[in-house]
C-alpha cells in the first residue's frame, strides 16, 4: 500500500509490518506467531492472532496500533540510529549504542538497568519514524546476550557498576531490536522525511509550556549546599558558605538549602538544635544578595508531626490493610504523599504557602516524586492506571502551584513551565554518570519534548565511589563504614532513622580522588561545560581546589551571564515552536553521518555551537562544524562547514565554541 512517499506491507506467516523508502526499509515490527485472519476496510485494518486482536488506524503520517491481549509482544528492528526515551545512569545518545536488558518502563532512582528519574515513551529514529507508546510496558532495547546478565547475579541491586546500567555493545553483540512487552499495548507510529520533521510533528503528543519558568534563573548560578557539605548543614555553615562565595567574586542568585534543615523528614520546621535563629540567617542571606530555596520531599518520618497528621486525614498512601503504608526511600522508612487525593495536596501546598511567607522564602526545590517509591500493592484515594502515573500526578500539581522551583521526575510533563534537573551525577569523567553524560543527558531530554532542563552541580555530587571489585564494595558499605560512622559519632542510629545515602562517609574516605572526589582539572571542565547550559549551580567550591580552579570557574560563570539573554530568548521560542533550547548538532545536518552520532558537542538555539572537553588530561580535541560560516569566539576566525577540525586546541583554560555568522 503507497501512503505518502512510503510504502506500507504487511505479511501474515509470521506477522510482519514493513515500511519502506526509496527502496529502503525505515520500520520493521514483528509479532509472535501467524496472523489467522484480517480485515481491511480502506485505511483501518483488523487482524486475528491466537489469544489477540490488533487494529491498525492509518492517517497521512501517522499508523495507530491497538492490541488487545495479554502479554504482547512486538519487536522493531533498529535500521537507523535511535534516539530519545529520556535519561540514562549509562548515558549515550543513541541506543543502539547500548544494551538495555528487558524491564518495567517506569521512573526509577538508580535503577539498576539503568533508567533514572525521567524518562519519556517516545524514541526517534534517523530515518524519519518515531514511535509514542500509550499503554503501560516492558522494554529491551538491543537486549544483551544471557552473559552480560549473569556477570550481575549475586550483586546487589545498588552495587551494579554504573557502566553496566546499561551495558555497552562495543561488538555488536545486542539483537538489534526494541522489544516492547505488555497488556492491551498500544502504539503510535510517526513517519517523516527526517528526525527533525519527526521531531515536530511529536508537538502534538509533548505539548508545550504555556510560559517559561522564570527567566532569572537562567542568570547567576545557582548554590546549593548539597555536595560541599551533605546533611552536615547548620545556620554557620550557610552562612560562612555564602561569605566565601562573596569573597571569591562568584556572581550568585539563590542559596538552596538542601537536606537536613528540618527537624523531621516532611516536616515544615527548622532543626532548632542546628537552626536556632532561621529568620535571621535568612535575612542576612537577603541582604547579601541572596534569594533563598528550601528542599523538599514527598514523604513523611513516621515520628514526624507532619506524617502523624498525613496519617490520620488519610493524605498518605495506604496498606492494603488500610495501614499508612511505609516505603523505602533513600533516607530510611517513610510516609508517601497520596497526589490522586485532592485534600491531601491542598494541605500540602498550604503548609508549603504558609511556611515560604512566614519565613520570606522564594521557592523551593522538589525532590524524588519517581514510581520506583511508589508500592505495588499501595492504595491511592484514586486508583493509579500505572505507577509513571503518580511522578506524572506529583509534578503536574507542583508546576500548577509553584513557579520559582526545581523538580526532578519526569513522565509526560512536557507542558509544565518548570526546570527539570538532571538525576544526581557523581564526580567522575565518564558516560556512566559522569561529565561526559551531561551532554548526551541533556540532549535526550530536549529529544523528549523538554525544552527547559538543567544538569547537576558542578563537578557533581562528590559522592563517595566504591572501588569496582565486587568483594571490596561489599565489604565497606555493609561492614566498614557502618562501624566507622558509629564509632565516629559516638551514638547508636535507630534503623528508621538512618540514612541509606553515602552522606555520612568518613571524610578522610571521602575527599580521596580514588573514591569519588573530584580534581581540579575536573571542576574546571565540568564548568566550561556547564557555560552554555541553561543554568549554572555550584555546591562543591572551586577555591577548595586551587587558585586556577578557582579563578577559571569565576571566569565562566560571568562568560555564562554574558551569553544568558541569548539562552533566554530561546527559552521563549520553545514556548512557541516547541523547539529545544539546547539541541544536537544534527539539528543543522539531520543527513550527516558525522552530525548523526556527535554527543560531545551541542547547539544553542541554531547560533552557538559549543564543543566542550570533556576526557581528562586533554588538551586538544576534533570538532564537527555544521554548514554555514562560524566565528571561533577566542581567534576569530571564520570556518566554512560543513566539516571537522582535526586538533583544535584546547588547552584546560578553553572552552571551544563558535558563533554562527550567516
Known sequence: MDHQNFEIQFKTQPWECLITRA???????????????????????????????????????LIMFRWQGASIINQIH???????????????????????????????????????????????????VAISVNSPFQIGVNQPPRHYLDRQQGISQDLIPFNQRPFVDRNREGDQMITLIGDDLSFDLVIQDNILDCYRALRGVYGTPAHTPPLELMEAPIWTTWARYKDQIN??????????????????????????????????????????NPNQMIVNLKQMGF?????????????????????????????????????????????????????????????????????????????????????????????????????????NWIAANNRFCEVRSAWKNQTNPIFFRLWDIWSTWGYDNGLRSIIPSTLAMSLAGYPFVFPDMIGGNAYFRFPSNP????????????????????????????ALGLSDVPSFLEKSVYFGYPTPELIIRWAQANTF???????????????????????????????????????????????????????????????????????????????????????????????????????????????TIRNYPAPLEKLPFFIRRD
Open 471 to 498: 568483594v571490596l564494595i561489599w565489604i565497606i558499605q555493609r561492614l566498614v563504614i557502618p562501624l566507622l560512622e558509629k564509632r565516629l559519632k559516638g551514638d547508636a542510629v535507630h534503623p528508621e532513622e538512618e
Open 23 to 61: 527502496g529502503q526499509i525505515i520500520f520493521h515490527l514483528t509479532s509472535e506467531g501467524p496472523a489467522l485472519d484480517s480485515i481491511s476496510n480502506g485505511t483501518s485494518h483488523q487482524i486475528r492472532f491466537p489469544q489477540k486482536t490488533l487494529s491498525i488506524v492509518m492517517q497521512p503520517t
Open 291 to 395: 534569594k533563598v530555596t528550601l528542599w523538599v520531599i514527598p514523604f513523611f518520618h513516621p515520628h514526624s508531626e507532619s506524617g502523624r497528621e498525613a496519617a490520620k486525614q488519610g493524605y498518605v498512601v495506604q496498606t492494603p490493610s488500610g495501614e499508612p503504608y511505609r516505603v523505602m526511600w533513600w533516607q530510611g522508612a517513610g510516609y508517601l504523599l497520596d497526589v490522586t487525593n485532592p485534600d491531601a495536596l491542598e494541605w500540602q501546598q498550604n503548609r508549603l504557602d504558609q511556611f515560604k511567607q512566614a519565613y520570606g522564602l522564594d521557592g523551593y526545590k522538589f525532590d524524588a516524586g519517581e514510581a520506583k517509591f511508589v508500592p505495588q500493592d499501595g492504595v491511592f484515594h484514586e486508583a493509579l492506571h500505572s505507577r509513571n502515573e503518580y511522578t506524572h500526578r506529583y509534578i
Open 235 to 276: 545556620q554557620e555553615t550557610i552562612l560562612q558558605f555564602a561569605r566565601e562565595i562573596k569573597d571569591n567574586g562568584y556572581p550568585y542568585h539563590i542559596m538552596e538549602i538542601d537536606d537536613r534543615w528540618q527537624r523531621q523528614y516532611g516536616d515544615l520546621e527548622f532543626d532548632p538544635q542546628r537552626f536556632p
Open 78 to 128: 533498529m535500521q537507523g540510529h535511535w534516539y530519545g526515551g529520556g535519561e540514562l545512569i549509562n548515558q549515550h545518545l543513541r541506543w543502539n549504542e547500548v544494551m538495555f536488558p528487558l524491564t518495567e518502563f517506569a521512573t526509577d532512582d538508580n535503577g539498576p538497568t539503568g533508567l533514572t528519574t525521567a524518562l519519556s515513551p517516545v524514541w526517534l529514529s534517523s530515518l524519519g
Open 533 to 643: 547550559l541553561q543554568v549554572m549551580q555550584f555546591s562543591l567550591a572551586p577555591w577548595d581546589f586551587g587558585e586556577e580552579a578557582n579563578t577559571l570557574c569565576r571566569q565562566y560563570a560571568n562568560l555564562h551571564i554574558k551569553f544568558a539573554p541569548l539562552l533566554q530568548k530561546y527559552a521563549r521560542q520553545a514556548v512557541n515552536t516547541g523547539e529545544p533550547v539546547i539541541r544536537p548538532v544534527f539539528w543543522l545536518a539531520p543527513e550527516d553521518e558525522r552530525a548523526l552520532i556527535c554527543d560531545d558537542q551541542f547547539l544553542v538555539g541554531d547560533e552557538i555551537l559549543v564543543a566542550p572537553v570533556v576526557h581528562p588530561k586533554q588538551r586538544s580535541r576534533n570538532i564537527y562544524i555544521p554548514a554555514g560560516n562560524w566565528k571561533d569566539y577566542w581567534s576569530e576566525e571564520i570556518l566554512t562547514g560543513p566539516m
